[in-house]
Nanobody, 122 residues
């Protein structure tokens, strides 16, 4: 199992930017596929972005494509999500997660962080 801790959330105005980080620890943490998800009250957790273990493959939800960038630094065991041109509808708790395969399915991810709140004001 890998342990995950997110940071970097906060309050930002619409059009602004934030960068989320996810520190991973545990056995062979750099060998996992990593993803970002988000969730708002009363709604299911939704896929945001995923990155392969090498970083060579990335996939995004249509709602964030062109605005968000997922990346990883395996030497630092850290995953990132650069969020630009933020909109009020991006407001959510953001979670990082680890999986064994490149997937967008929530249930395929085996380890989860505790989440970090992102609030975008209009």
């Amino acid at each position: 199992q890998v342990q995950l801790v997110e940071s970097g959330g906060g309050l930002v105005q619409a059009g602004g930017s934030l960068r989320l980080s996810c520190a991973a620890s545990g056995r062979s943490s750099s060998n996992y596929v990593m993803g970002w998800f988000r969730q708002t009250p009363g709604k299911e957790r939704e896929f945001v972005a995923v990155i392969s273990w090498s970083g060579s493959s990335t996939y995004y939800a249509d709602s964030v494509k062109g605005r968000f960038t997922i990346s990883r630094d395996n030497a630092k065991n850290t995953l990132y999500l650069q969020m630009n041109s933020l909109k009020p509808e991006d407001t959510a708790v953001y979670y990082c997660a680890a999986a064994y395969v490149v997937t967008t399915v929530v249930t395929d991810f085996r380890s989860w962080g505790q989440g970090t709140q992102v609030t975008v004001s209009s």
